[in-house]
């Protein structure tokens, strides 16, 4: 059975910091993209980053560029989403989800790209 757990999330100020995780299980993810995506309130889910199979090919979406990195560790089946200098419009319920392709060449960016999709972990930034 796989499953993607995140965590990582919490309450933070603005210009503050998260790092945020996602191990997966019940398959071995280093053939496969993962991404990171994310709702708002009262919003649908957005794209926020993606890694290449092998590491070597990252994404993000422009309202993130520069201050959001994704990373992986296929050793622990994890990826990782660094995200620096918080707004409060970063306030969401952050998603991992792995690839529907094994060894895409390039990243998946669309929604119904992905195949299974963690429960979220919740980041609130105050102003």
């Known amino acids: 059975q796989v499953q993607l757990v995140e965590s990582g999330g919490g309450l933070v100020q603005a210009g503050g910091s998260l790092r945020l995780s996602c191990a997966a299980s019940?398959?071995?993810?280093?053939?496969?993209?993962m991404g990171w995506f994310r709702r708002a309130p009262g919003k649908e889910r957005e794209f926020v980053a993606a890694?290449?199979?092998?590491?070597?090919?990252?994404y993000y979406a422009d309202s993130v560029k520069g201050r959001f990195t994704i990373s992986r560790d296929n050793a622990k089946n994890t990826v990782f989403l660094q995200i620096n200098s918080l707004k409060p419009e970063d306030t969401a319920v952050y998603y991992c989800?792995?690839?529907?392709?094994?060894?895409?060449?390039?990243?998946?960016?669309?929604?119904?790209?992905?195949?299974?999709w963690g429960q979220g972990t919740q980041v609130t930034v105050s102003s």
């Open positions: 890694i290449s199979w092998s590491g070597g090919i990252r």
């Open positions: 019940g398959r071995t993810f280093r053939r496969y993209a």
């Open positions: 989800a792995v690839d529907i392709l094994p060894q895409r060449l390039g990243v998946p960016t669309l929604y119904n790209e992905y195949e299974f």
